[in-house]
Nanobody
Framework: VQLVESGGGLVQAGGSLRLSCAAS????????IGWFRQAPGREREGVSR????????EYADSVKGRFTISTDNAKNTAYLQMNSLKPEDTAVYFC????????????????????WGQGTQVTVSS
């Protein structure tokens, strides 16, 4: 199992970025993919997750209406479209995969995931 994030960068407040999470060793549409972020001095937090196999998605309150999660089965890749970015969105963003079909209430908790990418830095300037 391997996850590789890309798409991070420096953007001004109000701008957009699209993060990608390329997966190998499993099918993204058969499992849950979560996006998480960690800012300096803060704990890793759940941003969004998608479980295409049952059609469910979930977003943290802080990103609802601004971020959109999706998958592309042909590319075996998950995406996080981030619009209306704010300086407080600055963090290292990670994707993770749940291969064990955990209970839904656990799927935005970083502690629930075993398989992680290396992360990609997102910096939003004011």
């Amino acid at each position: 199992v391997q996850l590789v994030e890309s798409g991070g960068g420096l953007v001004q407040a109000g701008g957009s970025l699209r993060l990608s999470c390329a997966a190998s060793g499993f099918n993204v549409d058969d499992h849950t993919i979560g996006w998480f972020r960690q800012a300096p001095g803060r704990e890793r937090e759940g941003v969004s997750r998608i479980s295409t196999y049952d059609g469910s998605v979930e977003y943290a309150d802080s990103v609802k209406g601004r971020f959109t999660i999706s998958t592309d089965n042909a590319k075996n890749t998950a995406y996080l479209q981030m619009n209306s970015l704010k300086p407080e969105d600055t963090a290292v963003y990670f994707c993770a995969a749940d291969l064990h079909y955990l209970e839904r209430y656990r799927l935005l908790s970083p502690n629930s995931y075993e398989n992680w990418g290396q992360g990609t830095q997102v910096t939003v300037s004011s």
